[in-house]
């Protein structure tokens, strides 16, 4: 497994922007799978992005609901991902998770669910005000 650790949320408004860093350590980073996962009161955690590591390439995967505003990043030399946010939403409001995986799906939808990840880091609360 790998230890992960979020930082970055706060409060901002709408129309705002962050960025959330995900610092990993305890496993090779380079070739692990890092997701943002975010879960809202009253909520179950859902997908938010992915950049996965699978057959020698990379890519990213992002949920409908930000694409465009979202974009998911890694620094290999500084074992961290980012998720820059902009045009923040009140409805973007939730605790941010990073989750960790090492497998390689054909599937990419695979990328997209709780299940395929095996280290999870705190949370980090992001709030978005109207």
């Known amino acids: 497994q790998v230890h992960l650790v979020e930082s970055g949320g706060g409060l901002v408004q709408t129309g705002g922007s962050l960025r959330l860093s995900c610092a990993a350590s305890?496993?090779?980073?380079?070739?692990?799978?890092v997701a943002w996962f975010r879960q809202a009161p009253g909520k179950e955690r859902e997908f938010v992005a992915v950049?996965?590591?699978?057959?020698?390439?990379?890519?990213?995967v992002y949920a409908d609901s930000v694409k465009g505003r979202f974009t998911i990043s890694r620094d290999n030399a500084r074992s961290t991902v980012y998720l820059q946010m902009n045009s923040l939403k009140p409805d973007d409001t939730a605790v941010y998770y990073c989750a960790a995986g090492t497998r390689a799906y054909s599937d990419s939808a695979r990328y997209t669910v709780l299940g395929s990840y095996d280290s999870w880091g705190q949370g980090t609360q992001v709030t978005v005000s109207s």
């Open positions: 950049v996965a590591n699978a057959w020698s390439s990379s890519f990213t």
């Open positions: 305890g496993r090779t980073f380079s070739s692990t799978t």
